[in-house]
């Protein structure tokens, strides 16, 4: 399918998340079978691409990303020929597929590491990262980065859990066992990869202690873009280009100057970067510290990316994924559902750049709370629950895991109003929210005003028309505490989107540079319906916008 590698720029990607995303075979976890019988709902929203989180054979330490065999599929999900056959579908229905690369670290069950744990003189010994003594470093996911292992006699580096150790790819033997991973699924047909940690993979030579007081932060200098990093993603990307494929790196702390080392020039080796200083606008880090929501802090790291790519590299949109909890109970309301669901939609998929839906995101999921640290299932929520602020209430460590686990965006995506959410005919592997009387899929389907059928607009309206494809951003009032307010433009053509964060109505101004000028309502989550294609007045006086309020104008 892969005539030119740039249809990623006028594509909408879809994740799936697919252990809880449709259950085809009532087992209670989802599948391919159920991915298979939902494509046709994906081409009815409008996307053009599906990123699937890992499909692999995993022990599940973290849910797919602690991967004991790259060239299966788990068989709770399916086979290698049922996913050839949603990969086939997915293609007849125009939808493009990528998968989940993860090669900075495997699962301990792996094969290659139960080989290399056993002596220092065989052919794995040297695929992981072996110490006599461990350094200071902390692991992202529990506790500290190594792990002592009685059968070697020697730490092992995990910079995640400890089921995740990390793989040497300093040894020339692992960087080959990449580049056979990743023509495994070209053959197939895979139209690319999306890149865990990809950022992380070169360690500095020594592994020297971190200097820095906070755990992680301190020594992520050693192990972010390190010394070989370039050269590795090379030879990845020279595979990738023998079949035009695309390759997505996710880039946990990356910033503009080292992202667009990837990204830019003769040793290009990305297509994009998921960057993550706009999930920081109500946290330190997502599972960490919790602040509260600051619009600001959210325009400021979506213009810095905004501009800073601009002419020279490609976005990558999104606000949820499988790592973060659902965007409206963060930066919108749950109160105000369908109204902060459909303006934080208008917020980021005209912005310039590739979108991504998280599944359920599309119908505005909300975060769950359970009531005890039991009933989670995140490695990492866990602990969090148990390593920080030890001496609060177990109330109030509980309402942080609420806020902040990984968990809210895993539970089942939510069909229909009948048992179980219509995700699955058995036992749901984990706790469906309960609001899904109210908020699925089939009702939102048959709702003209609905999040879904808001989300199928915007994508409709996003992709016929260049301006608001490939078309120069531009902010308004960046220092304004309510509103944002962004234009895009190209050749002559001109969209003004406004979205309010507010909870009360509030007067707008218009930005200077259009007072005056007529403007055409494109769109609106507001019922101004019966005002859209009309030409527009908003310089009357007093003109407010409602709570969560978003409009797209064309300046004429
Ligand atoms: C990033 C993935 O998105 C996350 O889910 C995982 O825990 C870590 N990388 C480690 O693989
Ligand atoms: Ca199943």
Redesign the pocket.
């Known amino acids: 399918m892969n005539e030119s590698r740039d249809w990623f720029k006028t594509a909408v990607f879809y994740q799936i998340w697919v252990r809880s995303f449709k259950d085809g075979n009532g087992d209670g976890i989802g599948d391919l079978y159920g991915v298979y019988d939902k494509l046709e709902y994906l081409q009815s929203l409008g996307v053009n691409a599906i990123w699937f989180s890992p499909l692999y054979p995993s022990p599940n330490a973290?849910y797919g990303?602690d991967i004991s065999d790259y060239c299966n599929i788990h068989p709770e999900y399916g086979d290698l020929d049922q996913f050839q056959k949603v990969l086939d579908r997915a293609h007849e229905l125009g939808i493009r597929v990528i998968m989940d690369l993860?090669v900075n670290h495997t699962s301990d069950e792996h094969p290659w590491f139960v080989e290399s744990r056993k002596s220092g003189d065989n052919p794995y010994s040297d695929y992981y990262i072996w110490r006599d003594k461990p350094n200071n470093w902390s692991s992202v996911?529990e506790g500290k980065a190594w792990e002592y292992d009685e059968s070697r006699g020697q730490y092992y580096l995990h910079l995640?859990a400890r089921k995740?150790p990390d793989l040497n790819m300093d040894n020339p033997k692992v960087r080959e066992e990449v580049k056979k991973i990743l023509r495994f699924w070209l053959e197939m047909g895979v139209d690319g990869f999306r890149e865990?940690?990809i950022n992380f993979i070169s360690k500095k030579e020594g592994l020297p202690n971190s200097l820095g007081i906070l755990p992680i932060i301190g020594e992520m200098r050693y192990y972010k873009d390190g010394p070989h990093i370039h050269e590795y993603m090379q030879e990845f990307r020279d595979v990738c280009n023998e079949y035009n494929a695309v390759q997505i790196g996710?880039g946990p702390m990356t910033t503009v100057s080292s992202a667009l080392k990837y990204l830019t020039g003769r040793r290009k080796s990305l297509d994009m970067m998921f960057s993550f200083d706009h999930m920081t606008a109500d946290c330190l880090f997502t599972e960490y510290l919790h602040l509260p929501f600051k619009l600001v802090r959210l325009k400021k790291a979506f213009s810095k990316w905004q501009y800073s790519l601009e002419g020279k590299a490609w976005n990558t949109l999104y606000l949820e994924n499988?790592?973060h909890p659902r965007v409206i109970s963060r930066y919108g309301s749950e109160k105000h559902h369908r109204e902060s669901g459909t303006m934080l939609a208008t917020a980021y998929l005209f912005l310039k750049g590739t979108p991504f839906i998280y599944q359920g995101q599309e119908i505005g999921m909300t975060n769950i709370r359970l009531s005890s640290i039991d009933q989670y299932k995140d490695v990492s929520s866990k602990n969090n629950f148990y390593t920080y602020h030890l001496k609060d209430s177990i109330e109030s460590r509980l309402h942080r895991i609420h806020l902040s686990s990984r968990d809210s965006s895993r539970t089942p995506v939510q069909w229909d109003g009948s048992r179980n959410a219509g995700f699955s005919e058995g036992d749901p592997w984990f706790t469906v929210n309960p609001n899904y009387v109210s908020v699925n899929v089939a009702k939102q389907d048959a709702e003209a005003d609905s999040i879904l059928n808001y989300y199928r607009q915007c994508i409709r309206i996003r992709q016929s028309s260049p301006a608001l494809l490939f078309g120069e951003y531009r902010e308004y009032y960046h220092g304004d505490p309510n509103f944002y307010v962004y234009s895009r433009s190209l050749d002559g053509e001109t969209y003004l989107i406004i979205c309010s964060f507010a909870r009360e109505r509030l007067p707008v101004i218009l930005p200077k540079q259009f007072r005056g000028i007529r403007c055409r309502l494109i769109l609106t989550n507001y019922p101004r319906e019966r005002e859209q294609g009309r030409e527009y007045d908003l310089h009357s006086p007093g003109f407010r916008l409602y709570p969560y309020e978003a409009m797209v104008l064309r300046i004429s």
């Open positions: 973290d990303y993860v996911l995640f995740q865990d940690v996710e499988h790592d």
